[in-house]
């Protein structure tokens, strides 16, 4: 009796992987198992971008608001200091990556980005706005 339970005990798993390992799609398998695992595989990808897509992490935000900050005040010190070496092109840089955080903080706050030119102040100003309306501030 205790040997038919042993034979069972080994026999029954075994059998059971193998019918696992026969399920799973490969080049010597059906087509249809491979059919079925790609569009189950679509699946699982739209899936998990459904949730990948809820909410920006709070950190990311307040990283961005911080950087903006510190961008702003950085060009308004530019500005003021009438002697600053290469004075001109160290403003447009600056400008240039508030206008990349502006950008990712529209993206972070879900608001729309037209096509615009690079350093366009009339869309930089948009942006502010559209931001500040959402409640950041920097």
């Not at 038919?4 to 798993?13: C, E, F, Q, S």
Request: contains cysteine; hydrophobic residues 50%.
């Amino acid at each position: 009796m205790w040997a038919a339970a042993v034979v069972l005990a080994t026999l029954v798993p075994g059998l059971v992987f193998y019918a696992l390992l026969r399920l799973m799609p490969g080049e010597d398998r059906p087509r249809w198992r491979i059919w079925l695992a790609n569009h189950l595989e679509r699946l699982a990808a739209r899936l998990r971008h459904a949730h990948r897509d809820e909410l920006p992490d709070p950190f990311d935000t307040l990283r961005v608001q911080d950087r903006l900050g510190i961008v702003a005040r950085y060009v308004q010190a530019l500005e003021a200091d009438k002697r600053a070496m290469a004075r001109a092109e160290r403003i447009i840089a600056s400008q240039m990556a508030y206008d990349y955080l502006l950008e990712e903080a529209c993206h972070l706050a879900g608001v729309e980005i037209p096509p615009h030119a690079k350093g366009d102040p009339a869309e930089r100003f948009r942006e502010e706005v559209e931001l500040a309306g959402r409640g950041w501030a920097w």
